[in-house]
């Protein structure tokens, strides 16, 4: 039943169970999640704890017509019905699974996790930037090489992957984001590549030099990263702000809505319109969406703005404190604001008049 499940009969068995809405969005995750751990349990039991050794015995085969680096690349990449395309310039589309391990660019994670961080290298020595490791970042699992330009994506596997949905806890997401900063630092990566699409490994336009399979966690990469991390606030420099690429778009979206829908939220709770501020804070995340160069895709920002929904609605003082004390709330607030504000601009002319009359006693 869970093999059904994974690989086609999911939305049947969820609609035979008249499993909707909320629930769905659960068992979306869990059963994501749970192909994650059969394909890497199932893979180390072949290989006897190694991607690139040898099948043993005891564990069921991957599937027929697949060998070697191609069963790891099959138990590790997760998406059951991904985005792929032979050309970029005519479109990409959802397909089986199957159809799309014959395409040249395949989607690089599913819709609800992360387990591969990827690096797109613009540079005719990429495969050379990836490999020189040593004391500068960790190895990738794999590098993937366009021949004609040298051009590669880096590809690292996560140990335990990072989820993406409503119920997903956003520090994690952020903490993901910024390891993927430090590895593009550390080789010098395309800063507008999302991460959305990759090369893929096993098809033969590309020259894949498999390296290892060790699964790390995100904090083993970052202690080897060191200094090339991001500083704490990265995120708020103007070009992460203007247009956040990768995992950061996530973080920018949740960030920005939620900010927003804070102050939004008096216009709603006088009546306690909870479906009125819903709509409000899709509207919001939808148009911030918008204004990405690419954008997340539609089920990733009504994730975002149904966890900032829920957050205010459940967990908000704000909210449940109701409307007489928000706005008393919110005046204080102004207030001390306008006195902040006002004490700043005094100092500002008292400098200012200080700098003029010395400027006129040298004078």
């Not at 068992?27 to 190694?50: I, P, Q």
């Not at 994690?172 to 080789?187: D, Q």
């Not at 539609?298 to 703005?305: D, K, L, M, P, T």
């Not at 204080?332 to 700098?355: F, V």
Request: proline share 6%; net charge positive.
């Amino acid at each position: 039943m869970a093999v059904q499940l994974c690989t086609g009969g999911r939305r049947a068995g969820l609609e035979r169970n008249g499993t909707t809405g909320r629930d769905r969005k659960h068992l979306t995750w869990f059963l994501t999640y749970f192909c994650f751990l059969r394909r890497v349990c199932g893979v180390l039991s072949c290989t006897g704890g190694s991607l690139c050794g040898v099948t043993g015995t005891g564990s069921k085969a991957p599937p027929a017509g697949l060998c070697g680096h191609e069963r790891d690349w099959d138990q590790l990449w997760l998406p059951l019905w991904p985005l792929a395309s032979d050309d970029l310039l005519e479109g990409v589309y959802r397909q089986s699974r199957v159809s799309a391990l014959g395409k040249r660019y395949i989607e690089t994670n599913p819709q609800a996790l992360s387990n591969l961080l990827v690096v797109d290298i613009d540079h005719p020595d990429a495969a050379l930037r990836a490999l020189s490791a040593n004391g500068s970042h960790p190895m990738p699992n794999a590098v993937v090489e366009n021949r004609v330009n040298g051009h590669a994506h880096a590809v690292w596997a996560l140990a335990e992957p990072v989820t993406r949905t409503e119920y997903a806890r956003r520090k994690p997401l952020a903490y993901a984001a910024a390891t993927v900063e430090g590895l593009r630092r550390a080789v010098d990566g395309d800063s507008g590549y999302s991460g959305l699409l990759t090369k893929n490994p096993i098809h033969d336009r590309w020259d894949t030099l498999w390296l290892h399979s060790d699964l790390r966690p995100l904090d083993a990469l970052v202690e080897e990263l060191g200094g090339h991390m991001p500083p704490p606030r990265w995120r708020d420099s103007a070009r992460q702000r203007s247009n956040p690429v990768g995992l950061g778009r996530n973080c920018a979206l949740f960030e920005g809505a939620r900010h927003w829908a804070y102050r939004a939220l008096r216009h709603y709770l006088p009546d306690r319109d909870t479906t009125g501020l819903h709509h409000a804070i899709h509207r919001e995340v939808t148009d911030r969406n918008h204004a990405f160069t690419e954008p997340l895709p539609a089920s990733e920002a009504r994730a975002i703005a149904a966890s900032i929904h829920r957050w205010i609605t459940t967990r908000s003082r704000m909210w449940a404190d109701g409307p007489t004390v928000y706005e008393a709330t919110f005046t204080t607030i102004q207030a001390a604001r306008g006195r902040k504000s006002a004490t700043t601009r005094s100092a500002t002319i008292a400098n200012l008049q200080q700098q003029i009359l010395m400027d006129i006693s040298h004078g």
